[in-house]
């Protein structure tokens, strides 16, 4: 049930935080918007990780295979993607687009194991639930 309420949580920030960045992107640009939002995602992480235990940061060095390591450029590229397509499509189309492709990238990296996570067997009722939800957003729209 925790995971399920901090996912509860997880989507409502992602679609709050895009509004917002789409906003300050309007004010200033895209890629100051969105190193606004790494710099402070930073400075958070720097706060919480000092009253948070203080673990040892040289481990990422032993972090493998290194290509893991690449989460924080996907995070500007995320944060450029949901701020433009937020200011293209709107909140709600927008959300509803990302959602659906993050269920199908999930799934599909579920379903051939790649990245190292373990891989699942093919099931028909995900197929079915994933055209379903694309379904609903050509309904949606």
Wanted: charged fraction near 10%.
């Amino acid at each position: 049930m925790t995971g399920f309420i901090i996912a509860l949580i997880s989507g409502a920030l992602m679609s709050i935080q895009g509004v917002f960045n789409t906003g300050v992107t309007k004010q200033t640009s895209m890629w100051v918007s969105t190193g606004w939002v790494q710099l402070t995602a930073f400075l958070t992480c720097i706060i919480l990780w000092y009253f948070s235990g203080k673990e040892n940061i040289s481990g990422l060095l032993d972090v493998q295979p290194k290509y893991l390591l690449i989460g924080g450029v996907m995070g500007a590229f995320i944060t450029y993607t949901v701020v433009r397509s937020m200011g293209t499509l709107g909140p709600a189309k927008a959300a509803l687009i990302i959602v659906i492709s993050q269920i199908i990238v999930a799934y599909a990296i579920e379903l051939f194991g790649l990245f190292g996570v373990e891989k699942v067997g093919f099931e028909w009722k995900k197929l079915i639930g994933a055209v379903v939800a694309i379904i609903g957003i050509m309904i949606f729209n």
